[in-house]
Structure formats: structure tokens, C-alpha cells
């Protein structure tokens, strides 16, 4: 069954810095991984999509990094701004039947 | 505009009560889930639906029940077997293997 990981569960940063969000997962036989935002009390945003054959992904001021032999992804924020302050979740798809598996989520507070 | 909609925001049960949670798409999407979030966990999967008139079981799919009647619509049913039916509940839907675009989210909590 596939677990997926996210360190720190939650992070505070001043205004300004760069966010590095971490995701493990235990099998690596995937057929994408996503990462999704959520607002307290809201459903999910997805915010970058990675094929399993894919290295990155890239969307404005977010990164995503895919290294699927050793099981990790790395969601990186450039230059954070109150506004980015959320919960970030990621989510691993199955290959074999696109079935989600979910990380607990880290929640980011990016202080003015 | 197309989207996801969910109804009600909140939803109150009473012990013993079946409660019926409400998921419309009208963005053509062959597929749809539900999922069970709570505090401190990741989401995790009810039911899911590829195509109508079909379902399978996910992860927590015990004292739950759907229906997939027509494509745009995937209710799902809190049964009085559900004894810790409080959480929150989220409807997605897809294209095969593509992006799940999530609803706005139901609230349940028990009176």
C-alpha cells in the first residue's frame, strides 16, 4: 500500500523567503504525482502536476521536483508572500488505477 | 462555469440517521470520488465511480453507500452504520489518470 510522507507537518516563514516543502512516498510505481493547496474549511486547488516521467514542473513562482527511483518531491516557493499561507497537500496516482494516496499535508504561516 | 458543487456546506446528524451528501459536476468528467479528511490526516478514499452505473470500494468505503445514476451526479450516503461519520467530505472529479478538480467540501458534524 502506498504511504505518503510530508516534513515538516508545519512551517513559519517571514515575508520574503523561499519555502521548501517536502513529500516521500513508499512505492514508486506511479503514474503522477500532484500538488494541491487548501484554504481552512475549503476543498483543493491543484497547483503543479508531474508525470512519472517527468524531472519538474514549473508554474510562476512554484517549482516541483520529481525523483521517482528514491520516492520524493520537493515543492519550492520563490519568495513567499502572506498570501501563500495555506495548508499544501501531495498526492500520488497509482499506476495502476490513477487512485489518489495522500500526504497529511503541511500548513505554511508566511508572517508579514 | 463549469465546476464542482457540493450541498449542504454543513450537515447536521442525529444517532440513527441516514444523511445524504450532494456532489454535481457539469464538467463532463467520467470519473468522480469521495473522500474523508480529518484533522491532522491526508485525505482518504470512500468510493469512486469511472463510469455510470458503476462503483468500487476505496479505502473507508464501510457504513457508506453511493449511487452513480447519471455522470454529472455522485451522492453519497452517511448510514447510521458510520459510527465517527464527523469530517470533512470532498468530491472530486476527472478525465481517466488526468488532475481531480475538488468541490468546496461538506461539513458533517453529529448532534
Known amino acids: 500500500k502506498q504511504e505518503v510522507t510530508q516534513i515538516p507537518a508545519a512551517l513559519s516563514v517571514p515575508e520574503g523567503e523561499n519555502l521548501v516543502l517536502n513529500c516521500s512516498f513508499t512505492?514508486?510505481?506511479?503514474?503522477?504525482l500532484q500538488w494541491f493547496r487548501q484554504d481552512p474549511g475549503k476543498g483543493l486547488t491543484s497547483l503543479l502536476l508531474i508525470q512519472s516521467s517527468q524531472r519538474e514542473q514549473t508554474s510562476g513562482r512554484l517549482n516541483a521536483s520529481l525523483d521517482k527511483s528514491s520516492g520524493r518531491s520537493t515543492l519550492y516557493i520563490a519568495a513567499s508572500q502572506p498570501g501563500d499561507s495555506a495548508t499544501y497537500l501531495c498526492a500520488v496516482a497509482s499506476s495502476n488505477d490513477y487512485k489518489l494516496s495522500f500526504g497529511a499535508g503541511t500548513t505554511v504561516t508566511v508572517r508579514a | 462555469d463549469g465546476g464542482i458543487t457540493q450541498s449542504p456546506k454543513y450537515l447536521f446528524r442525529k444517532e440513527g440517521q441516514n444523511v445524504t451528501l450532494s456532489c454535481e459536476q457539469n464538467?463532463?468528467?467520467?470519473?468522480m470520488y469521495w473522500y474523508r479528511q480529518d484533522p491532522g490526516q491526508g485525505l482518504r478514499l470512500i468510493y469512486y465511480s469511472q463510469i455510470v452505473n458503476d462503483f468500487q470500494k476505496g479505502d473507508i468505503a464501510e457504513g457508506y453507500s453511493v449511487s452513480r445514476e447519471k455522470k454529472e451526479s455522485f451522492p453519497l450516503t452517511v448510514t447510521s452504520a458510520q459510527k465517527n461519520p464527523t469530517a470533512f467530505y470532498l468530491c472530486a472529479s476527472s478525465h481517466s489518470g488526468a488532475t481531480q478538480y475538488f468541490g468546496p467540501g461538506t461539513r458533517l458534524l453529529v448532534l
Open positions: 512505492d514508486s510505481a506511479i503514474y503522477n
Open positions: 464538467l463532463n468528467h467520467d470519473a
